[in-house]
């Protein structure tokens, strides 16, 4: 189990901080026009909010302490 939550604990700490770091972007269409045979969308670049990176990174922070810190 603590192997488990050290790993994690990784994965969001480096996961948030290439968010935070470098930001993150991805893709959403939305339908368009539709007339007789032809038809349109949209397609935009959404970026993913840095304080969800900020969220992330503490959360490993966390993990990987509790992960790493010895039971009695």
Known sequence: ???????????????????????????????????????AALETKETVPPWIGGVAAAAGVALLVAGLVPRK
């Open 1 to 39: 189990m603590r192997k488990i939550m050290v790993v994690l604990g990784l994965v969001l700490l480096l996961g948030g901080g290439f968010i935070l770091g470098r930001g993150l972007t991805y893709s959403k269409k939305r339908a368009g026009i539709k007339v007789g045979g032809f038809q």
